[in-house]
């Protein structure tokens, strides 16, 4: 069982056990096209990035959905984390993101099994750990441990699939991991090493900034670590090393960073992008600061410091020492959010990553540092029997609990009947041809079919989510106003369908304005859009408790709202797209409310959830029954 071919094969056979557990279910309970399949099967809102990467593949990061529209500029592209996705994609179509899940469990499994190898334990103990890794949210999901402070974390952002994040872009943070343990105790300062660790600098940083810049500290503590009092000897002797490693960096990064060039100004502020200046910085250096005050953390960094005096102080515990560059990375993730505030003139909302990276980095510390201790005081016999074990409860867990879930999740009674729905409506548009036309429109308010029209080459969208689209904030403004006008709702609909909402009580968020502006109208403690305080007393205080890690509450001033009231009355139609198909969700309160003419469309299909019109030019003989 120790050979290594027959290593390779289980790890091989378990990524597939894995991923087959994950696809059986939608393959047997649901007959539907694969761009339908990939969209409802994706984890949380994953299926938004498909649109992004369907602009990335077409090289069309300027389309505008819009026949009147034009000379926009481009939407912002993780190329980083979509790379591998756009190469098999022009070699498999969309069926490409099924086969890349299971590459991915694949590669994350081989990452932790050689960064086990290299913290000594043995094949069988190496693979177990991986597998365990991969289980963790399945493992925190029926300890009930998910609900606890940090646990959630590591329940959400550690690993699972979602497309790109964290299924492409912590896979790089991994392998960066396995790397710089590779060079622990080789000579860093070779060709190779600056070639590839300025390869994976570029990924992450077109991807996943925050564990970039987490990237480059770890680096430098990793020189003085090991140099010391040499470090400033060792960077000018290795200067043509880091040339190097900057050159590639800024050599594949160039495209990503050609794209921020052009890119849509408004589609940055939807996406949370905002100036950082001297007051936002203190604000939320502030708030970080205090955090590191919080009883549970001191107790985790206390006891990684207990940790680390013990295996660098006491003779017997030599054996650990390998553990030394984790406690670097665990240390550097504390300090990157706070030098990222003091170097950065602009701030993206969702600063709590740089949150996630710490606990992620806590994580993988502990879980090792429990790991190296259990082999220490158990035969090697014993533990190998154990492994074997641990590694069929998991895999018969991840049955159980995969099968537990996707009936939970997806065979539920609104779910289940939205699937069918969705997959009923896309079997007329394909029985009348009507994906055949070359200048379709199509207006819905429904993600998922937004992102199905994206994937299906529909050419003109009347309205579209903000995040998919480089429009300004004024044209998604009146295709709003527009389609309202369209749709035959009145002022007062658009009043309620705009206001704000309290989503749950810790947070507002009206999901319509989420949509369509996503980012721009976020509000906590640090930032309001136009940094405005006119808003109700209420909800001004609840704002000024808010934390200023809390980016996706979203709140929109009262003159903002003022503003879209009275632009309602001025309005027209002068770059509304008429749509050749709509699709309304009658889930909405106001939606549902929508008026069709009845001597232009036909009303195709009307289910519990989705009613469907197609126009007469498709089908003459349309009852409207």
Not at 311 to 332: E, G, Q, T
Request: one cysteine or more; glycine letters at 2%.
């Amino acid at each position: 069982m120790e050979n290594k071919n027959s290593i390779n094969l289980l790890i091989i056979f378990f990524s597939l056990i894995i991923f087959i557990t994950k696809w059986y279910y939608s393959f047997f309970y649901f007959d539907e096209k694969i761009e339908s399949k990939i969209i409802f099967e994706s984890i949380s809102d994953g299926f938004y990035n498909f649109a992004p990467f369907k602009a990335l593949a077409d090289l069309n990061l300027n389309n505008s959905f819009n026949s009147l529209i034009g000379n926009l500029g481009t939407v912002t592209i993780p190329i980083g984390a979509y790379l591998v996705h756009f190469i098999f994609y022009k070699i498999l179509g969309t069926y490409s993101f099924i086969f890349l899940e299971f590459f991915f469990i694949l590669v994350f499994i081989i990452i932790f099994y050689k960064i086990s190898r290299l913290l000594n334990l043995n094949r069988i103990q190496s693979l177990a750990v991986a597998i365990i890794l991969f289980n963790i949210p399945n493992i925190f999901q029926i300890s009930n441990l998910y609900t606890l402070d940090y646990f959630t974390v590591i329940y959400s952002e550690f690993y699972t699939l979602r497309f790109p994040r964290p299924l492409v872009t912590n896979i790089l943070f991994f392998l960066f991991i396995l790397l710089i343990l590779k060079s622990e105790k080789k000579d860093f300062f070779i060709k190779k090493n600056s070639f590839i660790f300025g390869i994976i600098a570029s990924l992450l940083f077109t991807s996943y900034f925050h564990a970039f810049f987490l990237q480059q500290i770890v680096l430098i503590a990793f020189v003085i670590f090991k140099f010391k009092s040499k470090t400033i000897y060792i960077f000018k002797k290795n200067l043509k090393f880091i040339l190097i490693y900057i050159l590639t960096f800024f050599v594949i990064s160039l495209p990503f960073l050609i794209n921020m060039i052009y890119a849509d100004y408004d589609f940055l502020e939807r996406n949370g992008v905002v100036d950082f200046d001297l007051e936002k910085k203190l604000i939320l250096a502030e708030h970080l600061f205090l955090k590191l005050f919080k009883l549970q953390f001191l107790f985790i960094l206390f006891l990684s410091i207990f940790f680390r005096f013990l295996i660098n102080i006491k003779k017997n515990f030599f054996y650990f020492k390998k553990l030394n560059l984790l406690f670097i990375i665990f240390y550097s993730s504390i300090v990157s959010p706070f030098l990222f505030i003091l170097l950065s003139p602009r701030f993206f909302s969702h600063f709590y990553h740089f949150n996630n990276l710490v606990v992620i980095s806590a994580f993988i510390l502990f879980f090792y540092v429990a790991i190296l201790f259990l082999d220490s005081f158990i035969k090697n016999k014993i533990i190998n029997n154990l492994s074997l074990s641990f590694i069929l409860i998991l895999l018969i867990g991840n049955i159980y609990v995969s099968n537990n879930n996707y009936k939970l999740i997806n065979l539920n009674n609104e779910r289940f009947t939205e699937r069918n729905e969705f997959n009923e409506i896309i079997n007329i548009i394909e029985k009348k041809n009507i994906l055949k036309s070359k200048e379709i429109g199509l207006l819905t308010f429904d993600n998922k079919f937004l992102v199905w029209a994206t994937l299906s080459e529909i050419k003109y969208l009347s309205i579209i989510n903000g995040v998919m689209v480089s429009r300004s904030n004024h044209m998604i403004e009146s295709d709003l106003i527009n389609t309202f006008k369209y749709l035959n709702l009145s002022k007062n609909d658009f009043k309620n369908f705009i206001q704000n909402k309290k989503l749950s009580p810790w947070r507002y968020r009206n999901d319509n304005v989420k949509d369509l502006f996503w980012m721009r109208y976020q509000a906590n403690a640090m930032v309001t859009h136009n940094n405005s305080k006119n808003f109700d007393k209420e909800i001004l205080n609840f704002i000024n408790k808010s934390s200023p890690l809390l980016s996706q509450q979203l709140i929109m001033p009262n003159e903002e709202f003022e503003r879209l009231m009275l632009k309602y009355d001025l309005d027209n139609f002068s770059s509304f797209v008429i749509p050749d198909i709509i699709i309304i969700d009658k889930r909405d309160e106001v939606l549902k409310k929508s008026i069709i003419d009845n001597k232009n469309f036909c009303r195709a299909f009307y289910g519990k959830i989705y009613v469907f019109y197609y126009n007469n030019k498709f089908n003459i003989n349309c009852s409207n029954n």
